[in-house]
């Protein structure tokens, strides 16, 4: 599989931008993204995913370090720019244009005219659903149909590439829901996708791999099987009585869940199942379910950052 995405040893520093002291926001990143994956980027605020970004987009330049595009070094060259479409983070249009017009704008300075942008226009709006809004003035849009015509607006050139900044923040369920099927429908077109976000269910639910950044460090990345563990498991009991579960909770085994009667106990690693199970029948709890648990992956972006930033305290 090819890849299209590729830094080697690449670095950012700011000169003079923290206190007059230079600010190194990236170091040493070695990215690798194939064809045809959604790439999930993470990181806090500050932790370096708006520089890498910025420089796949050629809008500033690395210090040092390579960036490879398709296989190109020159990342700067229209080639590469008309193969990547991007969403930025609360994306601006003015709002007292129709939808299509925006499309057009766009799609004019991507050099397509006549037919062509037409055929376009009419193709991306038909991809991100659009179709029954498309002459309406955007300000009588909601924000999901921004969105919609945002990610249209980032495919009018038919990009190979996309790379989308925070593209579900501020959705209802509904609306994250149909963004996170058309970009899945994207992915098996072929498309490649980077997604940084902070909407750490979203990225599980749609990404076949992540990378997490502390502080400009990519601290690990690879698939959801690979880096989620399922050294704990969950039992599914009813009949519990608060006391009971408080001297659970100090044995490791807590509240996880609770629907009417019906409670989900996570045990921690450490307990066989066993041993959880003899201690939930000595507080007479009726037993329903017991099975592994797998960390979410907002869990491991916690036990990742928080290990690097003790990490940084020792260090200190």
């Given at each position: 599989?090819?890849?299209?995405i590729e830094?080697?040893?690449?670095?950012k520093?700011?000169?003079?931008?923290?206190?007059?002291q230079d600010?190194?926001?990236?170091?040493d990143?070695?990215?690798s993204?194939?064809?045809?994956?959604?790439?999930g980027?993470l990181?806090p605020n500050?932790?370096g995913k708006?520089?890498?970004?910025k420089m796949?987009?050629s809008?500033i330049f690395?210090?040092?370090?390579?960036?490879r595009?398709?296989?190109?070094?020159?990342?700067?060259?229209?080639?590469?720019?008309r193969?990547i479409?991007?969403?930025?983070?609360g994306?601006?249009?003015?709002?007292?244009?129709?939808?299509?017009?925006?499309l057009?704008y766009?799609?004019?300075?991507?050099?397509?005219?006549?037919?062509?942008?037409?055929?376009r226009?009419?193709?991306?709006?038909d991809?991100v659903?659009?179709?029954?809004a498309?002459?309406r003035l955007l300000?009588?849009?909601s924000k999901?149909?921004?969105?919609?015509?945002?990610?249209?607006?980032?495919?009018?050139?038919?990009?190979?590439?996309?790379i989308?900044?925070?593209p579900?923040?501020?959705?209802?369920?509904i609306a994250?829901?149909e963004?996170?099927d058309?970009?899945a429908?994207?992915?098996?077109?072929?498309?490649?996708?980077?997604?940084?976000?902070?909407?750490?269910?979203e990225?599980?639910l749609?990404?076949?791999r992540?990378g997490?950044?502390f502080?400009?460090?990519?601290?690990?990345?690879?698939?959801?099987?690979e880096?989620?563990t399922?050294?704990?498991?969950?039992?599914?009991?009813?009949?519990?009585?608060?006391a009971a579960?408080s001297r659970?909770?100090e044995?490791?085994?807590?509240?996880?869940?609770?629907?009417?009667d019906?409670?989900?106990?996570r045990v921690a690693?450490?307990?066989?199942?066993?041993e959880?199970?003899?201690l939930c029948r000595a507080?007479?709890?009726n037993?329903?379910?017991?099975?592994?648990?797998?960390e979410?992956?907002e869990e491991?972006f916690v036990r990742?950052?928080?290990?690097?930033?003790?990490?940084?305290?020792?260090?200190?």
């Amino acid at each position: 599989m090819s890849v299209v995405i590729e830094t080697k040893n690449l670095n950012k520093i700011y000169e003079g931008a923290r206190r007059r002291q230079d600010l190194h926001a990236l170091k040493d990143l070695n990215l690798s993204i194939p064809a045809g994956e959604i790439f999930g980027y993470l990181g806090p605020n500050g932790s370096g995913k708006t520089t890498t970004i910025k420089m796949l987009l050629s809008l500033i330049f690395p210090t040092s370090g390579e960036i490879r595009i398709l296989g190109s070094k020159d990342i700067s060259s229209a080639k590469v720019k008309r193969s990547i479409g991007y969403l930025p983070e609360g994306a601006y249009y003015p709002d007292f244009l129709r939808g299509e017009e925006i499309l057009e704008y766009y799609g004019k300075l991507y050099g397509l005219t006549g037919k062509d942008l037409k055929r376009r226009v009419d193709a991306v709006i038909d991809v991100v659903g659009m179709s029954h809004a498309r002459n309406r003035l955007l300000r009588g849009y909601s924000k999901g149909m921004r969105q919609r015509i945002g990610l249209a607006q980032a495919l009018i050139s038919d990009p190979q590439i996309l790379i989308l900044d925070e593209p579900t923040t501020g959705l209802d369920p509904i609306a994250r829901k149909e963004i996170r099927d058309i970009l899945a429908q994207l992915r098996d077109q072929g498309k490649t996708l980077l997604i940084s976000s902070h909407e750490l269910l979203e990225v599980e639910l749609i990404s076949d791999r992540v990378g997490i950044l502390f502080e400009g460090v990519l601290q690990t990345m690879g698939t959801l099987n690979e880096l989620l563990t399922e050294r704990e498991f969950s039992i599914e009991v009813t009949g519990a009585t608060e006391a009971a579960l408080s001297r659970l909770a100090e044995k490791g085994i807590s509240v996880e869940d609770r629907v009417g009667d019906k409670l989900k106990l996570r045990v921690a690693e450490g307990h066989s199942s066993y041993e959880a199970l003899e201690l939930c029948r000595a507080e007479n709890l009726n037993l329903h379910s017991v099975a592994p648990r797998r960390e979410t992956l907002e869990e491991l972006f916690v036990r990742v950052v928080g290990a690097a930033e003790a990490k940084r305290r020792q260090a200190a």
